[in-house]
Every structure is written in structure tokens, then in C-alpha cells.
């Protein structure tokens, strides 16, 4: 059956009101439930804390399932044209996944082109679109693996690459000014399937996706028989959650994964799968999902919120020194509430950099003003920082705690992406802190 959905540019958010896409590495912020679930008043006061912090976009799922969950009943686009223009009041952009979940009456094989087109020419000035969402967990795109004589072979990447050769041309020629990402990859997986619903490793995704083994010669499966067309795209999106690991510890038991310190990885995969003509663009990176879970509100993890605040930095230090990074992001802006009575009441994610109470972590202002130190030698300390939103050279101030107070260790003035690296001699178990302006960052407790 045939989508029914009018494309229409949601009034307020003309192409002549687009402020510009941003800096080279651009900071990403999703958080589903606050823009799309919320009151205006609180998706407005979230949307004017994200700017303060810097952020330069918001990413929102498109959901197909929730915008026409019922055949021949018109769409339901009113909470999506909402955070879309109240962002575009704010100055920010807005990333759209077109992604999860088919409604029960559509088929990902002819009806998702016609969702693709419609919010595609709904939004022509989204800065991207990401075409779904994690299609190597089972829970977005099922089944991940299919059997076959001696085992389990790999069916999602098929039917991956399928919805990309549908999705991609139609993105472009109804929205052509805009990013069109690929992948959305989770960061952990099987290398190998013994069920229909084991996720499947990034690495292994991404080599099925573009049909080929792992010495990246042509694979002779049935689903990739045929003339094969390079993958489509302007970026490859990924999101490589650590888990309770720091963000600088690979993840040396799991070859196929992608975690923050494995981005190399993928990043030489993509590489050198362009260079063989099985992806048409030198993709770069888009990271586009971050965020660790802490404990409190979340019992069953073992990150305190201070951790949360030094990975955050960490992480950003990690990310941007990859040369192919386009996008740095934190999910979520609000963690989401305990569900009592439930068998798994602390299964939703506890990655905010507020509390759900509204009271901010020290993620919050880390966010703003993310700053490293390292220890290099006896009393000398590497500090690396950041001062969001990264548009130009800015002022800052390095500061150390002692007898009470704080002290300036140094003042710096940072590049045009507000970065600023120095080594000084100081004490490594000193507290330190970042202040730019009037915003004072997260204090951190002592050089790693």
C-alpha cells in the first residue's frame, strides 16, 4: 500500500534563514524524548541551555513507525515540525535520521522510498539526513543474520544496501543541499552469527555492506551476484560507545568492534574499500551518538558522573585528533526516568548531562569548556581544551585550586576551532578547571 503523507516545508525555516552548517568538527546532541515528547515551554528552555553550551546541531529521529503508524491515515508530523522550527529559531541545525521502526502495514522494500521522499522534501533544510539507525543491532534492523548451510551468513547488510540505493537518490534530489550519512553503526557486534538476532560487528557490517570478504575481495553470495554499484553517501556516521571503558582503552578482545579508541579501524576499513571502488566518496567520520551511563541514577553501571565529565573530555580530545572526524556528539541532554514495576527498570539510558530532576551533572559544563591534563614529567602537565561553540579564536583561563581559591595557571587565546594545547609545570594532583568569559567549566581532579 502506498504512503500517504503530503510533503510540505514546514513554514518559519526557509533555506534563506539557514545559519551556516558550522565548524569543521561540529558538536551533535540527540535527545528524542525532549524535543519530540515534551512541552514547547521545556523544549524551548532545553533547545536555549544546548545553544549556551554550544551545540551546533540536534539530531531527531524521523520515526516512521510514530509519524503514520496506520495505513491511509494521514501523518502525524506535528511534534517533529515543531522541534524542527523551534531549533531554527535558536540558530540550530537539525540532523534528521529517517530510521526505525517500518510500521506494521509498510515494506522497507517499496513503501520506505516514499517515507524517504516525504521527509526528505518536508525538511529540505536539514543540515543531513542519516538514512536509519544502528542497522547492525537487531532491535532496528531484524534479522541481522540468516540461516544458511553451516551456520548463519549475514542478511542485514544486504537489506541495508538495498534501502540505500532506494533512500540515497531520493534524499538528493529533494533536499540537495544536504548531508546524506550513512551507516549509523553500533560500536559492538558477532563477527560471526549463531542466531538471527546477535548483532553484528561494525567491521563485518560494513565489509557485507559494500560485498566483500575480510581481504576485501568481491564476495560470490547470492545477494551480492550481480553488477555491484559503489555505496552511496557524503559521510559515514558511527557511534562508538565505550561502555564502562575509558574512552582511550580499545577494545583488544573484539577486533570487530568500533569503540571510541578503535575509530582507526573503521576509518582505514573505509579507506581502503574506497580505494577498491566499493564506496563511491571518501567517507569521512560523523559521530553522531556518545555518552556514558552513570551511577547515581544508575545503579548497574559503574560510571560516577565526575568519570562521566573527564571521559566526555577525554573522548573529545580522542575523536578530533582523527583527521576524518566531521562530528563530535553526546546522547542524551536529560536522563530518561526509572520505570518501576518493570523488569528491567533502569533499561532506558542514564547518559544525560542532567539529572532527570533538571539538575545538571559536571557533564554539563564539561560539555561547554571539555578540558584534558596529562601528566608528561615530574610536575609538568600537557592541558589540552576547548572552548564550544568553536566559531573563531576565543579567551580562556586555566586555573588550579589551592588554599581554597583558585589561581590562574595560564591564559591562552585558542585557534579557530576553539581549541588550545599547553604544556606547563604545575602540580599533576592539583584540581583544574577551564573558564572562558562567564562560564566556569567542570572542575578536574587531578592530571591522568
Known amino acids: 500500500m502506498a504512503l500517504v503523507i503530503a510533503a510540505v516545508l514546514v513554514p518559519g525555516c526557509g533555506d534563506d534563514a539557514l545559519p551556516p552548517r558550522g565548524p569543521a568538527v ?95 522534501e518536508r525538511y529540505p533544510q536539514a ?16 534479522p541481522q543474520w540468516k540461516r544458511a548451510e553451516g551456520g548463519f551468513v549475514p542478511a542485514a547488510p544486504h537489506t541495508y544496501r538495498a534501502m540505500l540505493r532506494e533512500a540515497v537518490p531520493r534524499i538528493r534530489a529533494a533536499a540537495p543541499d544536504a548531508l546524506v550519512l550513512i551507516g549509523a553503526t553500533s560500536s559492538l557486534g558477532e563477527e560471526r552469527g549463531t542466531d538471527p538476532d546477535d548483532r553484528m560487528s561494525p567491521l563485518r557490517f560494513v565489509r557485507e555492506l559494500a ?36 574512552p582511550w582503552e580499545s577494545d583488544t578482545d573484539d577486533p570487530g568492534s568500533v569503540r571510541l579508541a578503535d575509530l582507526g579501524r573503521l576509518r582505514d576499513l573505509l579507506d581502503r574499500l574506497h580505494a577498491a571502488g566499493r564506496i563511491e566518496e571518501d567517507l569521512p567520520l ?16 559503574n560510571v560516577t558522573p565526575a568519570e562521566q565529565a573527564r571521559w566526555l573530555s577525554e573522548a573529545e580530545e580522542i575523536a578530533r585528533a582523527e583527521p576524518s572526524v566531521r ?6 541532554h536529560r536522563d530518561l526516568p526509572k520505570r518501576p514495576g518493570t523488569t528491567n527498570p533502569w533499561g532506558d539510558f542514564q547518559t544525560g548531562l542532567l539529572y532527570e ?9 564539561a560539555l561547554a569548556l571539555p578540558l584534558v591534563a596529562h601528566r608528561v614529567a615530574a610536575g609538568r602537565v600537557r592541558f589540552w581544551g576547548l572552548v564550544r561553540p568553536g566559531q573563531g579564536p576565543a579567551d580562556a583561563r586555566v586555573q588550579a585550586q589551592r588554599d581554597g581559591g583558585w589561581e590562574t595557571l595560564f591564559a591562552v587565546r585558542t585557534d579557530a576551532e576553539g581549541v588550545f594545547e599547553r604544556t606547563v609545570d604545575t602540580d599533576p594532583a592539583a584540581t583544574f578547571r577551564l573558564v572562558a568569559g562567564s562560564r566556569t567549566g567542570a572542575p578536574l581532579a587531578g592530571a591522568r
Not at 128 to 139: D, G, K, L, M, R
Open 26 to 120: 561540529v558538536t551533535v546532541v540527540q535527545d528524542d524524548a525532549e524535543m519530540l515528547h515534551r512541552t514547547p515551554e521545556r523544549i524551548g528552555a532545553t533547545l536555549d541551555d544546548l545553544r549556551s553550551l554550544g551545540v551546533d546541531w540536534i539530531r531527531i529521529t524521523a520515526q516512521w513507525r510514530a509519524i503514520q503508524p496506520e495505513a491511509g491515515v494521514p501523518p502525524n508530523w506535528a511534534p517533529l515540525d515543531q522541534a524542527v522550527r523551534m531549533a531554527g529559531e535558536r540558530g540550530l541545525r537539525v540532523a534528521l535520521d529517517i530510521a526505525f521502526g517500518p510500521p506494521e502495514w509498510a515494506t522497507l522494500e517499496g513503501d520506505f522510498a516514499d517515507y524517504v521522499t516525504a521527509v526528505a
Open 127 to 142: 543540515v543531513a539526513f542519516t538514512v536509519w539507525n544502528e542497522p547492525n543491532h537487531p532491535v532496528f534492523l531484524d
Open 211 to 246: 560485498c566483500v570478504d575480510a581481504r576485501l575481495q568481491p564476495l560470490d553470495v547470492a545477494d551480492c551476484r550481480g553488477d555491484f554499484a559503489p555505496l552511496p553517501g557524503d559521510g559515514f556516521s558511527h557511534h562508538p560507545y565505550s561502555g564502562e571503558l575509558p
Open 286 to 301: 560523523y559521530l553522531t551518538e556518545y555518552g556514558y551511563q552513570t551511577n547515581p541514577p544508575d545503579p548497574t553501571w
Open 327 to 332: 562530528s563530535v556528539a553526546h546522547f542524551l
Open 357 to 365: 530532576s533538571g539538575e545538571p551533572k559536571p557533564a554539563h559544563e
